[in-house]
């Protein structure tokens, strides 16, 4: 498919270029927002509209100001850098209850199997004003009873129950992306390391964990992702202290219209492309270990 | 586990410690079992505490209703005398045991929140129990009766048998109504019935929500299967690049592309100056494609085509290319051998993406309130009004339990055909 | 539930580990929740930047009155009011109160005087609209239109029925997504005397009436549910009118400089405020008490108008009003509450929407779907 074969004909060369173009088309839609925003973020007015001088491209249509606003508020500052404290330490806490939990998955007799994985896929299938709610009284008694009996700082426990009530969102992909790497793995190598004398834990961490980590670090960047661009739960939840990235966009979106978000947004674009490329450079490297060779 | 035992006359087979085979198999496999079981157990625990038992908690209140029976005891009991379809006041009794249930509720504040409560089912309950409480007040209880007149004085609402017959309707400690309308039913003196044509609003908004999540799914199969093919179909290297540019946006907060879109679809918006600068649009009559149904179903396939992608794209990553050449050189033709030999083995992926992208517009609120204008609502936007605005959590509880018991369904249906460990998310 | 406390146990010991012994000084920290923007942005400036000053206490500004309502019930069924006051609009404060989550204040005791000692309670007079609500400033839902899309030869638009009047003024309408101040306007421009409106709105023929007008313009309305949206709209020239709020009409036009015009007649007065939540310990309370005193003085709510075109909420502040803090215009002939600006106005009936507000919202919900 990659190429024409010499003997195709014509219609199969029209066919072929149209499908290259339908293709074309497609990814042309799921990248257009992100090219809307990003000349966007430069414009020099305080709205989301491109302004005749920017058509013009005039220099005085355009500004960075959006950019300084976001590296001088405090608001933004302080809501980036929280997104940045929970969204990795929700993934870390999803990751490792969801992988340990999808090996258990892959064990050949696990009695209530489906049930079970019912429970964990849920909290990606009930709609997440009715997630939000509820889980709001249950972090309350958590909370509550962290502050009371417990004695903990207020401001970290509010942080505690963003985390774990983001890690729950988290689950499912985690539980999905791991459990589909563990169909296709090879339970006689798991044998043979038992059987030259390594304990669970060594060939856990020596031979199951290098051949699913692929599947792991992709759970880890839906449960990532999920965190970080999750608006509902954390309202319900949260308090000021824990403001996320998120959560002032959606005061921004609602209370002042400010190119401010565009500026965010372009900068979390730059970021996922490195991400990006960094995932891309990891899976051809566990491709390499598996002994694949990279395509 | 084949039975070892049976026909050997020499006893039962041994394992090496001198235990009978099958009950050191037994015992392997019960502690296998253990062993996986342990494994899942930290997870099941955390998400049953801190997320099924909260969930079943909120939607329990669908149909909890103490709060009548709480808050006016004395005068649930002297209703049950009363019959609710003479079309009659009750008399004194009633009276004299609301004055006392209601005293009580005004000095620990809790009449009008029963007032907010009965409002539901009929206007007017909420400034009645509000202001018959400014009244009541100053009763004194010895001395003051009778009160039928008194409260008549203090608001002729409660001459209205109507009153009545909605607080003894609502006695009871659970409750249908919130279920009932939920589906745009009520309970009159009649028994169930419709509501009026003008307050139907449910039913219309599960429907549209089923149809508009139907469509989104089908543009994304539209959209996403060529994509997935050609990504499985190029070298890898190429793929992954390629694969960078659907995973984007999904990277890209889902507010921003939200407001992308308005930016580009709305009438002033990117692509009907385009349309009008190229000419194929007249200046007076730009294109609708925002605030309708056409914008939400646009800006959430875009949101969602990567759930389709990625599936299809692991399921087509795993058909041989070989297939299609051999039956080729069998002599069918591109399409046959697409309809016949490609596409049959594609169906997990796009059952896979369908159900996810299905189950996940299904919830979806934020963008349909932000791009769906007036026809592009689903019932989540509802379901987010009751909650944080109407406070009529009951109500909020019965259509999200009606909307989980739907995509339950869904689910259940999709783990029998397909199989919920066939989901791939790349 | 030992189980589920011996979890959360461990959980939350396995947390702490990360933390060295903490545990703050709470005593002077307060947690105000607001609508944030420039709407808090304003408070903090004239209330809690003075304050904080004068009494050493830290205040925490919470950006969460949209979710106000849900939230404190949620905090009071759970016991765990974290909150120390909120910022809410006064149908919100009147249902927080009815459901028991909001304090009911004392005018006389907890609010402070006018400077030439007329009591708080008539100095707010009609603005204390609910026990429990303690009134901050007077808003307008009104109507902004683009002036340069004003049809030539035809006056500008003064007000709400010229949204009706498609004939003079053709192009889109925006309007926000409930009914309150929707089915007012209806009647009042189909003709209907104020003082009928809302026994007129209490009958199923006043209803169908009022959505009868509000279908002649159906089909050329945007609605809008947050109030940045009408701006946006305004500003792309993708409406021609809009009702909105007045201070983001203000800020449009006066501080980012758009070519848009006020249209104030019939305008609906609102009024936002704060409500103590219920349930809180003595000294938190008392604590709040004492911002609230400070907070809602004569000079603290005229020194508001500052940065936002609100009228404050108390008759002696009007007269202070002065320039705006930026810009050095005059600000009293951008407040709601300057007489000239409109020749009708009327006052959100509170009362009468927290009746009707479920059975109409279900019913303009409907009418939307159609």
């Not at chain 1, 990248?31 to 809307?36: F, M």
């Not at chain 3, 409106?197 to 279908?215: I, P, S, W």
């Not at chain 3, 609230?292 to 936002?308: C, E, F, P």
Request: charged residues 15%; negative net charge; contains cysteine.
């Amino acid at each position: 498919m990659s190429s024409l074969p010499p003997y195709a004909t014509t219609g199969q060369r029209i066919w072929f270029y149209a499908f290259r173009v339908i293709c074309g088309c497609i990814f042309f839609f799921l990248i257009a927002p992100i090219l809307t925003i990003i000349p966007l973020s430069f414009n020099a007015q305080d709205f989301f509209t491109f302004t005749p001088e920017m058509l013009k491209l005039d220099p005085d249509g355009y500004s960075l100001k959006h950019y300084r606003d976001f590296f001088s508020s405090s608001d933004w500052q302080h809501s980036f850098k929280n997104s940045l404290i929970i969204a990795p330490i929700a993934t870390i806490v999803s990751v490792s209850l969801g992988t340990l939990a999808a090996i258990g998955l892959s064990q050949s007799h696990v009695p209530f199997r489906r049930g079970i994985m019912a429970i964990l896929i849920s909290p990606m299938i009930v709609p997440l004003i009715i997630s939000a709610t509820g889980m709001f009284f249950f972090y309350s008694t958590l909370g509550n009873w962290m502050e009371n009996s417990l004695g903990m700082n207020k401001n970290f426990v509010g942080y505690v129950k963003v985390v774990l009530a983001h890690s729950v969102l988290g689950i499912p992909f985690v539980i999905i992306t791991v459990t589909a790497t563990l169909v296709g793995f090879d339970r006689s190598l798991t044998r043979a390391a038992a059987n030259m004398g390594a304990g669970p834990v060594t060939t856990f961490f020596r031979v199951q964990m290098p051949l699913i980590l692929p599947g792991v670090i992709s759970g880890a960047l839906f449960a990532f992702i999920t965190s970080f661009d999750e608006v509902v739960v954390v309202l319900f939840v949260g308090s000021a202290a824990q403001k996320t990235l998120p959560w002032q966009m959606f005061t921004g979106l609602r209370e002042q219209i400010s190119p401010t978000i565009l500026a965010v947004a372009t900068i979390l674009v730059v970021i996922s492309v490195l991400l990006l490329t960094t995932l891309e450079l990891l899976r051809r490297r566990s491709e390499r270990l598996r002994g694949m060779s990279p395509g | 586990m084949t039975d070892t035992t049976a026909h050997d006359n020499s006893g039962p087979v041994l394992a090496a410690d001198g235990k009978p085979l099958k009950v050191s198999l037994a015992r392997a496999l019960r502690r296998q079992k253990i062993r996986a079981l342990l494994l899942i157990a930290p997870l099941l625990l955390f998400v049953l505490i801190t997320f099924i038992v909260p969930i079943g908690d909120m939607l329990f209140r669908s149909v909890e209703n103490q709060i009548v029976q709480e808050t006016l005891p004395k005068t649930v009991v002297a209703l049950q005398e009363w019959d609710s379809e003479a079309g009659t006041v009750p008399e004194e009794p009633v009276f004299a045991a609301l004055a006392a249930d209601m005293k009580i509720a005004v000095a620990e504040k809790t009449h009008t929140r029963l007032g907010t409560r009965l409002n539901y089912e009929m206007n007017g309950i909420s400034s009645l129990f509000r202001k018959s409480g400014r009244g009541v007040k100053k009763w004194d209880l010895a001395n003051d009766g009778p009160f039928k007149d008194k409260f008549i004085a203090l608001d002729k609402k409660w001459a209205d048998p109507e009153v009545w017959v909605t607080i003894k309707a609502n006695s009871p400690k659970y409750t249908p109504g919130y279920f009932l309308n939920a589906v745009d039913m009520q309970v009159s003196p009649d028994g169930i019935e419709a509501r009026p044509e003008n307050q139907q609003i449910y039913v219309t908004l599960f429907k549209r929500t089923l149809m508009m999540s139907l469509m989104i799914t089908g543009s994304c199969i539209l959209l996403g299967y060529p994509i997935a093919w050609i990504l499985a179909n190029l070298p890898m290297r190429q793929a992954n690049l390629l694969m960078i540019l659907v995973l984007l946006p999904f990277w890209t907060s889902l507010l921003v592309r939200t407001s992308a879109w308005k930016v580009l679809l709305q009438q002033q918006g990117v692509i009907n100056d385009l349309l009008v600068w190229i000419g194929l649009v007249d200046d007076a009559n730009r294109l609708v494609m925002i605030n309708n149904a056409t914008g939400t179903i646009i800006a959430m396939t875009h949101i969602l085509l990567p759930f389709m992608i990625l599936p299809l794209y692991s399921v087509m990553q795993t058909i041989p290319e070989t297939y299609l050449r051999a039956a080729k050189s069998l002599g069918a033709t591109n399409w046959t051998a697409f309809w016949r030999v490609y596409f049959p083995q594609s169906i997990p992926g796009i059952g896979a993406g369908s159900i996810l992208v299905f189950i996940l517009a299904i919830g979806y609120y934020i963008t349909p309130e932000l791009v769906g204008g007036t026809k592009g609502v689903f019932i989540s936007n509802r379901i987010a009004f009751h909650i944080s605005t109407s406070l009529n959590w009951g109500l909020a509880a019965a259509l999200g339990a009606i909307l989980l018991a739907a995509v339950l369904i869904l689910y259940y249906a999709y783990d029998k055909i397909v199989g919920i460990d066939n989901v791939k998310l790349g | 539930m030992k189980l589920t406390k011996t979890l959360l146990a461990t959980t939350a010991l396995a947390m702490t580990a990360g933390v060295a012994g903490a545990d703050g000084h709470m005593a002077d920290e307060m947690t105000i929740v607001s609508w944030g923007g420039a709407y808090s942005a304003s408070q903090i400036k004239a209330y809690h930047e003075p304050y904080m000053e004068k009494t050493g206490i830290k205040i925490i500004n919470d950006e969460s009155s949209s979710e106000a309502v849900a939230k404190l019930r949620a905090m009071s069924e759970a016991g765990n009011v974290t909150w120390d006051l909120v910022d809410v609009e006064a149908a919100d404060a009147i249902r927080l109160c009815d459901e028991g989550l909001a304090l009911e204040i004392d005018p006389a005791t907890d609010l402070a005087p006018a400077p030439d000692g007329t009591s708080a309670a008539d100095d707010f007079g009609d603005m204390l609209v609910s026990d429990c609500f303690i009134p901050q400033i007077v808003f307008s839902t009104t109507f902004g239109y683009r002036t340069d899309q004003v049809p030539e030869g035809v006056d500008a638009p003064s007000g709400a029925c010229d949204v009706f009047d498609l004939e003079t003024y053709p192009g889109k309408r925006a309007l926000n997504k409930n009914p309150i101040a929707n089915m007012e306007w209806a009647l009042l421009c189909d003709g209907v005397a104020y003082e009928e409106v809302y026994t007129t709105l209490e009958t199923e023929e006043g209803q169908a009436q009022a959505f009868a007008k509000l279908d002649t313009i159906k089909a050329d309305t945007l609605w809008w549910s947050a109030s940045a949206e009408p701006i946006q709209w305004l500003a792309d020239g993708e409406v021609f009118m809009a009702s909105a709020y007045n201070g983001r009409l203000f800020s449009a036009i006066v501080e980012k400089d758009q070519p848009i015009g006020m249209a104030w007649n019939w305008q609906m007065f609102d009024l936002d405020g704060w409500v103590i939540p219920a349930g809180l310990a003595d000294d938190r309370l008392a604590r709040v008490k004492d911002y609230v005193m400070y907070a809602t003085d004569t000079q603290r709510l005229a020194d508001q108008a500052k940065y936002i075109s609100y009228g404050p909420a108390r008759a002696s502040s009007a007269p202070l009003v002065s320039t705006h803090a930026d810009l050095g215009i005059e600000m009293a002939p951008h407040m709601p509450t300057e007489p000239s600006n409109a020749e009708n106005t009327f006052v959100n009936n509170y009362m009468w929407w927290a009746d009707y507000r479920d059975d109409l919202d279900a019913k303009f919900q409907a009418w939307l779907a159609k």
